[in-house]
Structures are given as C-alpha cells and as structure tokens.
C-alpha cells in the first residue's frame, strides 16, 4: 500500500518506533510533510490518542487498527479512501463549523460511535437493530481449535459501516487482504462437514465460525473484523457463552447507517435425502426445528423459537456441540479433532453421556442445533424477516437452503430496516413461549 519513497519510510519507522509520545509530537519533530508524506501510508496500529491531526493528508493509507481517541480533526484532515477498519474512536468532535461535508470524510467512519449497553437480555432490539452495528472497542480471546487442539487468539476489532463481518488471519506471512481477509457469506463455505468453514480465492481458510457468527447475529452486529491467528475459531466450552460475554464486556455501537434485512415473501421448501427445511414469511426471526436419533439420550427433539421472545437467545447460546466417542476417535485418528476434549463438547458413548455433570438441559441437543442455524443463516449477511424450519438441519443443510432461496428472488426482498413498517416491526413478548418437546425413543 505503500508510495513513500524509501528515506521517507525509514524516517517514519524511525519516528515510529520512539516510544511514549504522540503521533503529532513525533511526526513534528520529524522532517515529514503533513500535506504530502502520509497518502497511502502503512500506518497501521498506530496510536493517534490526543494528537492534533489537522491539515494532514491521509488520503489511501492502511489506517487500520489505530486509536484516534481524543484526535482532534476537522476538514483539513483528509481520509480520503483510508482503511479505517478496526479504528477506534471513542471520543469524536462534532462536525465544527466552516466544515464541508465533502471534505468530513471521517464523518461517515466515526459518525454515530454512541455506546450501546450490550449486557441486558438479548432480545429483537438487537437482532433487528434500525442501524448498522458495530462493537464498541476491541477485545480479545484465547482458546484451544477443536481440530489442531492449538492455541488460538482471537480478537474482535470494530468496524465501519457496510464493513460486513471479516474473518482476517494475522499468521499468514502477509498483510495483502486478498490473502488473509475472508468475507463471513454463504458463497464462501468450502467444507460444511463438521464445522462450517469460510474461505478466499487466495485459498486462505477460516473453520468453526459458527458459534461466534451466531452471537454476533443475535447482537445485531453487522460490521467486524474478526482477527485469529490460526485456520479455526477458538473452540471455548462449545457453545456460544464465550462470545455472547466477549460482546457483552464491550458494548456496542452504531455505524451511522441503516441496516438491510431480507424479508421472506413467500414460503420456499427444500429436500435432501431425509432432511427437510423451509423458509416462510414471519414477523421477525423464527425457528422451528428437530432432530430424531436412534439413541435414548437425544431422541426425536424438537424446538420453536423466535426473536420476539424476551431472552431468546439465552436458551440457546450455552448449548453444547455434541459428538460420539466412536465418531471422535475415528477424527483422532485421522488427524482432525485433535482438540476435542470433555471441556468442550458433550460427548456420548452409547447411550452414556462422559461429561461430569451431565447435559445444561434435557434437551442440548436440539438448542444446539438452533445456534448453528443462527450462526449459519447469518452468512446472509443480514438478518432474515422469517422463519427457517427443518427436519434435520445441518451445517451444509442451512447452507443449501441459502443457495435456494438466493435461487429464488422472487420469495423475498430487501428491506432496510428502518422501512419497515411500525406494525411490521417484531416487538418483544413478555411471556417466553419456549416449546419444547423430548420423546425418549
Ligand atoms: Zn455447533
């Protein structure tokens, strides 16, 4: 990204790596232009905490993963074309007066960076948020991969509107985006087997997204960069506890923009094999799905939920992914699986559960299957004005039926959110109807 001649990067990567003082003081103490020496820039992670950034040109650097809290910046500061992803700004002036809008392109990046409360129930608020969502600063996990059983870091960093949710690997020996950056959409699935898992055309791959896409969906949050460091998401407890708390700590915030959904106009039904699944008009999100086993513990199960319901989402996001003992050691044994223990998954021998303590609810099974289609579904890249049902759902199921009804425009249309009519819009139940049904075999 960079068109600086050479003197001039040494120079900045001088300047750079003195620490403890601010970008202006080190960038005025050193021979740069403000005007000329920063357009298209590699100025990633930079700290710009309190500096005064007026009159200086920024126009097509990698401004990515920088703090502009407390920056001052009016119409003289240019971020023309700038790659603002993962910026953090906390503290933004309002526009002042003598500004442009032309000229305020910061505006669209920072214009709506109002925090959002994230630690009440999850509730259609969220999931059907009017603005486009993003979180309000970055935060961080560390946790084992299901398959290599390797330690991943995984950081979740703010993005700006229309950003989408950017599954990025900061292992690859590269910061080309076309290499490490995966667009979390249904058209990039390349294996839906066990997990479901994203991919680029540079053949960069990210596995077990999942359970993360779920909670980002319940949260409404439609733009982020989900940064790890490693082929797979990190697997925590099997469920989607971990990132619906990670969320939580750090609160949300708005992009400034409306938001797309796409509302279901007309049923659409699709088959393969036994498994059954349909789409139909619903106001709000709906599911309504089961599962039948031949064994004792999981039985035939059967779930309806929906996103009008107070805490729906809370049924659901401590549910467990399952497997068979004989299943896993068969993956051991080829390779894969190589992280699965006891701590996150529940594990059936037979008719026998191996976790101490048993299942969080009789019926985990089926919930569980409910927080893959979330996670699933929401590779849309918008929520979904309707209800999924299915006989069976899988991972490669849910993405089939994507392709369908992507197949099918005229089942559905675009809606931006704030469009959608008063009487149209999901209102929250008070009285959770949560039914559920478990018929030992
Ligand atoms: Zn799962």
């Known amino acids: ?68 809290e407390d920056a001052i910046y009016d119409h003289t500061t240019v971020l023309n074309g700038a790659d603002l992803s993962g910026a953090i700004a906390l503290k933004i002036p309002k526009r002042g007066p003598g500004q442009s809008a032309q000229n305020s392109t910061f505006h669209e990046h920072f214009a709506a960076s109002q925090h959002i409360d994230a630690t009440g129930p999850i509730d259609c608020q969220f999931m059907f948020a009017k603005e486009q969502l993003t979180l309000a600063k970055p935060c961080t996990l560390d946790g084992i991969g299901l398959h290599k059983g390797t330690l991943v870091h995984l950081t979740l960093r703010p993005a700006a509107a229309d950003t989408g949710i950017i599954f990025r690997r900061t292992d690859l020996e590269t910061k080309d985006r076309a290499i490490t950056d995966i667009q979390a959409r249904y058209d990039n699935v390349t294996d839906a087997t066990m997990c479901t898992t994203i991919g680029n055309a540079a053949g960069s791959k990210v596995a077990a997204i999942e359970h993360l896409m779920a909670a980002l969906a319940a949260y409404g949050i439609s733009n982020l960069i989900a940064e790890v460091d490693a082929e797979e998401v990190p697997v925590m407890d099997g469920s989607s506890d971990a990132f619906v708390q990670m969320i939580a700590s750090c609160g949300l915030s708005g992009c400034g923009k409306p938001r797309r959904a796409i509302r279901i106009l007309e049923g659409i039904e699709i088959e393969d094999g036994l498994r059954r699944g349909s789409l139909t008009p619903l106001n709000g999100f709906g599911l309504n799905l089961s599962i039948d086993f031949d064994n004792q513990v999981i039985g035939h199960q059967k779930i309806e939920i929906a996103s009008d319901q107070e805490g729906w989402f809370s049924e659901l996001s401590a549910a467990r992914t399952f497997g068979f003992l004989k299943d896993i050691e068969m993956l051991r044994s080829l390779g894969l699986a190589q992280g699965a223990t006891l701590e996150n998954a529940v594990v059936l021998d037979g008719e026998d559960i191996l976790n101490d303590g048993g299942l969080r609810s009789p019926d985990e099974f089926i919930r569980h299957k409910a927080l893959d289609a979330i996670g699933d579904l929401s590779l849309l890249g918008m929520p979904i004005v309707g209800q999924y049902s299915s006989t069976r759902p899988g991972h490669a199921f849910n993405n089939q039926v994507l392709y369908a009804l992507m197949a099918n425009p005229s089942c559905f249309e675009y809606i931006d959110l704030p469009d959608l009519p008063e009487d149209q819009f999901v209102k929250i139940r008070p009285n959770r109807n949560l039914i559920i049904e478990q018929l030992i075999a």
Do not use: C, I, Q
């Not at 601010?22 to 005025?28: D, V």
């Open 1 to 68: 990204m960079s068109a600086l001649p050479n003197e001039t990067l040494d120079e900045l990567s001088r300047v750079f790596s003195s620490a403890n003082a601010t970008f202006s003081h080190l960038a005025m103490t050193s021979n740069l232009n403000p005007k000329s020496d920063f357009k298209s820039a590699n100025l990633s992670e930079v700290d710009f905490r309190g500096s005064d950034l007026r009159g200086y040109d920024f126009s097509n650097s990698d401004l990515t993963n920088t703090n502009w």
